[in-house]
């Protein structure tokens, strides 16, 4: 079992940086693939970005590529997204989450078997 707890969101104006963190529980935090998803008022929940379970593998939606960068230390079982030159379509609620399938980069949310609550991103025109 892995309890995920998202922090960093907050309102941030147009161009501007935020540093996501996603802090896991358990013992099995460094075997999971871990990714971060975003969902709009109205849309469906979207694939952002990913991270094997060694942080040598990564993968991200072409709409943040560039600008968002994830990672991971998993001494302090932690996985970030750093997130620059943020647009008002940036706007979204943010969410951790973790695959217990080590293997895949996963892109789909149907594959991920553990999620946090969520942190708010605003970003302001």
């Known amino acids: 079992q892995v309890q995920l707890v998202e922090s960093g969101g907050g309102l941030v104006q147009a161009g501007g940086s935020l540093r996501l963190s996603c802090a896991a529980s358990?013992?099995?935090?460094?075997?999971?693939?871990m990714g971060w998803f975003r969902q709009a008022p109205g849309k469906e929940r979207e694939f952002v970005a990913a991270?094997?379970?060694?942080?040598?593998?990564?993968s991200y939606a072409d709409s943040v590529k560039g600008r968002f960068t994830i990672s991971r230390d998993n001494a302090k079982n932690t996985v970030y997204l750093q997130m620059n030159s943020l647009k008002p379509e940036d706007t979204a609620v943010y969410y951790c989450?973790?695959?217990?399938?080590?293997?895949?980069?996963?892109?789909?949310?149907?594959?991920?078997?553990?999620w946090g609550q969520g942190t708010q991103v605003t970003v302001s025109s």
């Open positions: 989450a973790a695959d217990s399938w080590t293997l895949r980069i996963g892109v789909r949310p149907s594959e991920y078997d553990y």
């Open positions: 358990g013992r099995t935090f460094s075997t999971h693939t």
């Open positions: 991270i094997s379970w060694n942080g040598g593998t990564t």
